[in-house]
């Protein structure tokens, strides 16, 4: 799992289309589509109804919606902490927009501009260390 596929599954979410995601995010329709499928089959769970004209979040779909607009907030304002402290700036606590409910408002605020940067994306995962000596892999990024 990595950044891109939960920007891109968060844009899905938000537009209820494949098609108007990926001209928010100015990516072909069929890169979404095959990375969040990939988020799914990592997952190993529907994320999406993809049976209507809009795109529905799936129950879980709207839990992992929800953690992964937290996630993207947080690379955000991680981001944003080294950009200040590399140029100097004081860093402050950092008050991401947030709905009433306490959920963050929009994945706007992670520019798309940052998921397409050169820096290589970095792997996430959830496995434990023993998961490996059960037959699991182990996702730690390499050096190489």
């Known amino acids: 799992m990595d950044i891109r596929q939960l920007t ?3 844009e899905v979410a938000r537009h209820r289309s494949f098609t108007r995601a990926s001209q928010a995010l100015y990516v072909s ?3 979404i589509s095959r990375a969040i499928k990939s988020l799914e089959d990592e997952l190993g769970a529907t994320l999406l109804d993809r049976s209507e004209r809009d795109v529905q979040l799936t129950d879980i779909g709207e839990l992992v919606n ?3 607009l937290e996630i993207l907030c ?12 590399v140029a100097g700036v004081p860093s402050k ?4 927009a947030r709905l009433p409910d306490g959920r963050a408002a929009s994945v706007a605020a992670v520019p798309a501009r940052r998921v397409r940067a050169s820096a290589p994306l970095r792997s996430v995962s959830a496995s434990s260390p023993n998961q490996k000596e059960a037959g ?3 996702h730690e990024p390499s050096d190489t």
């Not at 981001?79 to 402290?85: D, G, L, P, R, S």
């Open 8 to 10: 891109y599954f968060v």
């Open 29 to 31: 329709q069929p890169s």
């Open 66 to 68: 929800e953690r992964a």
């Open 74 to 85: 947080s690379v955000r304002e991680l981001e944003q902490f080294v950009e200040e402290a």
């Open 93 to 96: 606590p950092a008050s991401p």
């Open 136 to 138: 699991g892999t182990n």
